[in-house]
């Protein structure tokens, strides 16, 4: 086949493309089972603060273990979820299962609990109408207070006036926080800072790859937590992975830190003290 685009020219159907709507329509079909047989669970990555070294919150992260193929990524399954409305099933079940094991952890650990648990909400799940209730209904159900709970969008899933800001302004007003994922790469970013509430960013990846280097990545890294600090935000740095990229975060004023230098996602967590920086 081939499929005239929107600028006149023509796009080849290759066999990768065709391979890839295959495997979509293959674990789209098998996403439904996967949430009736509980093939899916939670896993858990420290955000640790600085210079205590403290884990001061979670990130829940979605595990599928298929039966045949292992542990498959969000990433190969969210969009396809995203995309024929399994998300919303899917998205429930995760918001529960995260608030769930906070408030356990709470019930068990006391104070040294990590103080919130931040949970990946996909476009979708916010345009829905009724996205607010359900986390009020999830809260009352768990009993973890609003303050505890961390929603995390990506900045291509808010759209400035779209549904999406309404629900996070709702969310708001129940008192949970809203955190901007991947900041930095969206089209709009300083943008959506003058719309939508916002309590943190997560500095993505990208900026703190090769933080240790004096390039590029690291004038914006600073320039962030400068933007942060002044607007009254918390900023994280995400994929922290060596001591060296730390040290360099934790100089140019970051106090957030989540990355493998800190800990893999896992589905339990050990809140004793992590290695504080120098
Ligand atoms: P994200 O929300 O930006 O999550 C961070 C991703 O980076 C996670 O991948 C995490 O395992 C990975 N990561 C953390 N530290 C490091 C590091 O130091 N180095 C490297 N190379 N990677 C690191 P994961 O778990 O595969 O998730 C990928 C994406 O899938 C997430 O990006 C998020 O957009 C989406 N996702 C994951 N869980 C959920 C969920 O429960 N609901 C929704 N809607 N999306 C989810
Ligand atoms: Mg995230
Ligand atoms: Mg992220
Ligand atoms: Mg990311």
């Excluded at 808010?158 to 129940?174: I, M, S």
Aim: hydrophobic content about 45%.
């Amino acid at each position: 086949h081939a499929a005239k685009l929107a600028d006149g020219s023509v796009c080849r159907w290759t066999p990768a493309l065709d391979e890839r709507s295959t495997a979509y329509a293959r674990i789209g079909a098998e996403l439904r089972t996967a949430l009736d047989t509980g093939q899916f669970r939670m896993v858990y990555q420290p955000i640790v603060e600085l210079p205590s070294g403290r884990t001061r919150a979670v990130e829940a992260l979605v595990r599928w273990e298929h039966p045949a193929r292992g542990v498959v990524s969000p990433a190969e399954f969210i969009p396809v979820a995203e995309q024929n409305g399994l998300i919303v099933e899917l998205g429930a079940w995760i918001l529960e299962t995260a608030c769930a094991r906070l408030a356990a952890w709470r019930r068990e650990l006391g104070d040294a609990a990590p103080a919130r648990v931040s949970v990946n909400v996909s476009a979708k799940q916010l345009a829905r109408p009724g996205f607010a209730a359900l986390v009020a209904r999830v809260l009352a159900d768990t009993g973890l207070p609003a303050s505890c709970l961390v929603v995390e969008v990506t900045e291509t899933a808010v759209f400035e006036g779209g549904p999406a800001v309404t629900t996070l302004h709702e969310l708001r007003a129940l008192g949970a926080w809203i955190a901007l994922d991947d900041f930095g790469t969206g089209h709009s970013s300083l943008g959506l800072l003058q719309t939508v509430p916002v309590n943190t960013i997560k500095v993505d990846k990208s900026f703190v790859d090769n933080i240790t280097s004096a390039g590029r990545q690291t004038v914006i890294a600073e320039a962030l937590i400068r933007l942060a600090d002044g607007l009254g935000l918390a900023a994280v740095a995400e994929g922290v992975e060596t001591a060296e990229q730390a040290d360099a975060l934790y100089r140019l004023g970051y106090r957030y830190l989540q990355g493998y230098h800190y800990g893999r996602p896992a589905a339990e967590l050990d809140f004793g003290r992590m290695p504080a920086v120098a």
